[in-house]
């Protein structure tokens, strides 16, 4: 059971093959067996997972199953969670149980979803490799030494190693896609305001964006489904119709249009990424697509932009921890300043701190205009180039990332971890949607590699194509079939 798509799990479940009981038990029983090797979730929830099941089953038997009625899966620990400890991958919220359901949460159970836990993460969603939680590193399936990328790290290995088809991921600068690609699995970013952030805990607020992670693009669509829409808790939703995002999904590809972007093959990209990449491209030839070069001019401008902006958004959104409000106390505080002081100092990693620090001194005064502002305007120079390259073809692919996921405590220096980005933050910060898909595999550790995942972007509100233009791919590889050793190992 551990191996099937979610569309596959919900045919075993109409067909009464098994029920989401039993489903869940069996899943419930390889987390506790194989998880303490991958530490992928933070929060097992049995009890609440066979209920969902239970009710599930009990909804089927009335005739009343939706699509997504039974089927498991596990959440960020960045959503919150109703009488569920949601940490944020922190010690500052390492007792935090939400008194309330995030938006997603809330249609995914009204969708009939189990939820089985929350998955493990970087430290408020800070990251690219997971080694920035609270809760110790989470390991890649596929190569045990090696980082499941971040900071969705916990949802992508959970899925890499068969404990739950489906996860909730975030991504305010590639926290879906890079893990994603990572860990051979598909996550697909939604346009900015397409998915409610209500109840997600804030990184940088005009970046974050929730969306799913699943084997396959197919999984993602029907995922997407429940959880897109407007939310009038949420100011940056949009109030724009959610269309059935699986009706679309064989549509045939001839006469797409498909963009390279040339500045997302240059310098530091991998060669045999690039090789898995540039074949994914012939792939989509011989489905009918014209390919051409363009320019995205602005690209090098991604990085330095992004670490202005959202650092700058965090450090406003990460002052509510101070001990009182929110979050870790210290003990004995002497006075209100002292209390304030040890509490953020014991409750933050080093990360974070460093992002808080260097947000703060970009909003101050007299330094406002020269960082912050002056991002801004890059950042419209960013989204510019998109929709000047999508005036000319219908989506762009690339890398997800330049590497093949890298060892634990390979990168030791932050600017290195923050290059990671380089494919995947432009695309936050322009708000589009982006897929990442398994698209070979690079660096001959172990044997076969680790998983390379193929980037294809849209316009903004393009899920749909998205969705149809990945699924044709995977219904031409079987890159997304692949297991690691480790799940097939333990079967
Ligand atoms: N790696 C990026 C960062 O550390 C993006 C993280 C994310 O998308 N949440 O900020």
Known sequence: MHDKTLTELAACLAAGEFTSRELTESLLARIDRLDGEINSLITVTPDAAREAADRADAARAKGEAGPLTGLPLA???????????????????????????ASVVERLKAAG???????????????????????GPVKNPWDLAAVPGGSSGGSAAAVAAGLV?????????????QPAAFCGITGL?????????????????????????????????????AIAGHDLRDSTSVARGVPDYTEELAAPLSGLKIGLPREYFGDGLDPEVESAVREAVKVYESLGAT?????????????????????AEASANLSRYDGVRFGHRCEAPTDLIDLYERSRAEGFGEEVKRRILIGTHTLSEGFFDAYYKKAQQVRRLIRQDFLDAFEEVDVLMGPASPTPAF?????????????????????????????????????????????????ILGTHFAEARLLNVAHRFQQATDWHLRRPAFAEENA
Request: aromatic share 8%.
């Open 113 to 135: 979803t189990v939820s089985l836990g929350k998955t493990n993460l970087d430290e408020f969603a800070m990251g690219s490799s997971n080694e920035n939680s609270h809760f």
């Open 75 to 101: 959440i960020k620990d960045l959503f919150c969670t109703d009488g569920v400890l949601t940490t944020a991958g922190s010690r500052m919220l390492a007792n935090f149980v939400a008194p309330y359901d």
């Open 291 to 311: 390919v051409r070069e363009v320019s995205l001019p602005h690209t090098h401008y991604a990085i330095p932009a992004y670490y202005v902006i959202a650092p």
């Open 189 to 225: 970013k939604p346009t900015y305001g397409r998915v409610s952030r209500w109840g997600i805990i804030a990184y940088a607020s005009s970046l974050d964006q929730a969306g799913p992670m699943a084997r396959t693009a197919e999984d993602c669509a029907l995922l997407l489904n």
């Open 407 to 455: 060892d634990l405590g390979a990168r030791k220096d932050p600017v290195s971890m923050y290059l990671q980005d380089i494919y995947t933050i432009a695309v936050n910060l322009a708000g589009i949607p982006g897929i990442s898909v398994p698209a070979g595999f690079a660096g001959g550790r172990p044997a076969e590699g680790r998983p390379v995942g193929l980037q």
């Open 165 to 177: 088809p489906a996860a909730m991921g975030t991504d305010t600068g590639g926290s879906i896609r």
